[in-house]
């Protein structure tokens, strides 16, 4: 019972506390300070016709590697916890085989959901999306992969290779923003080109091939750990 | 009374699975259920900090043809808060990922998913 209470107590210092945000809708009828000189020296400082593009990987450029990094831990993380103890090969009599349909659709549909998620990745700087929703859907055709496919094992070691030089090249290019131009993670060490273009925004795009290999592979990885220990007995 | 506009539906949602969430985390007994609790409650902050973003009438922050490039200040919405969602939502994935990998190990370990059953870290 005083549970109880306390609970609604909670839920209801919450409630008032968050009804605050609701006087906050549209009540601003132009943006402050920060977001005005993104929105005016954006495209020329960055080039990139995507707003949310250039303060992710520009202008918040660590804030994006810590969180690389943070996706990186969660993942590593995950595969040292379910690591499994000497997987024995006799899983394929147990598992269920899967329906023709699933096998075949997924034969059509994973190599256009890969090239989706490159697509992505790649128009980041003039479209929504990025490297990170990129690698998501390159991770979701991993797992569409292997719903078709349970027995398959997923190869650790290219993973884990596409993600260490995905993730160093990030660094590296960050590293000659300091060299080339003017600090770190400057994008214009390539030059900003014709705005709204595939080929312009300075190092953005590259930036954003790798975290979107990164994610890919990292998201990839938690995936198979995820499946691997699914075999065992539970 | 002012018109309700759909950016104040919006943030209503997210406001109430945010509450939603909360009840679930502290609610709830079984670890997979406090998990979806969480997972609302990431989802509900994420929809109310996009809402608070919001200024009326203003379009995305992609400085296409729809948008004057020379006022693009008064056309856009602010383009910060998306940002920093775009960041909670590749964290909040991982960290659920983290949870449920926790919480496989745990019913591996002691067969159950209630959390009454783990007082190791109870005083």
Known sequence: MLKKIFVLAILAVFAVMLFRSYGLVGANEELNEIATRYAQKGPEEVGAANLVTAVIVTYRGLDTLGEVTILFLAASIIGFFLKTKQQNEKTSENVRKTSEILETAARVITPVIFLFGVYVFINGHLTPGGGFQGGAILASGLVLMLLANPVKKVNHTIISLLESISGFSFLLLGVLGIILADGFLDNTILGTGDFGELISAGAIPIIYIFIGLKVGSELSGIVSNLQKTQKEEI | ?123
């Open chain 2, 1 to 123: 009374m002012e018109q309700i506009s759909l950016s104040h539906i919006a943030i209503i949602a997210g406001i109430l699975l945010i509450l939603i969430g909360l009840w679930g985390i502290l609610t709830k007994h079984n670890i997979i259920r406090m998990i979806v609790g969480f997972s609302l409650f990431d989802t509900g902050i994420h929809i109310v900090m996009v809402g608070v973003g919001y200024v009326k009438g203003k379009t995305a922050p992609i400085l296409d043809e729809a948008v004057n490039l020379k006022n693009a200040a008064q056309e856009i919405v602010d383009p910060l808060p998306q940002a920093l969602v775009l960041t909670a939502i590749v964290i909040g994935l991982g960290i659920t990922a983290l949870m449920l990998a926790y919480a496989l190990r745990l019913y591996q370990r002691n067969k159950t998913l209630d959390i009454k059953n783990f007082n190791d870290l109870k005083w």
